[in-house]
């Protein structure tokens, strides 16, 4: 995809329209940033084992905010995400407690995960090879919203 065609405003529109999904920018970054860190621990797996010993110490020694440590006490993953957590560091956390990253979507949208399996292989059909594969065309925009 050239540089032109990411300045283009229909594509910035399209990468944001994608619906149930919030656009992980800078604002959000920094927001989970102590989130994300915390997670990103769990590759360790004394940290993973430290975690399950004392949770709430844990997300405090991370510096996570009041509400952050909510979310994970509750496992609200919609919630991590509006806290700044990144899908791909909270499968770290998830992993922990034998879930994957198809688990979380379906945390996420609010499906099961069978229906949030078939809702990804129902929109593999409106990728658009035109927009590297990385997006709904949009006639697969249109059937989303129709």
Known sequence: MTASA???PDHRALRRSIPGTALFDGDLAQRGFALNAMCYSFNEA???AAFLADEEGYCRQYG????QRAA???RDVPAMLAAGGNVYYLAKLAG???LNVQDLGALQTGRSVEAF???LLAARDGV???LDGLHLGPAA???ETA
């Open 6 to 8: 990411h300045a283009d």
């Open 46 to 48: 004394a940290n993973r």
């Open 64 to 67: 996570l905010t009041a509400g």
């Open 72 to 74: 994970v006490a509750a």
């Open 96 to 98: 922990i407690f034998g």
């Open 117 to 119: 399996k078939a809702m």
């Open 128 to 130: 658009d090879p035109a």
């Open 141 to 143: 925009h249109d059937r």
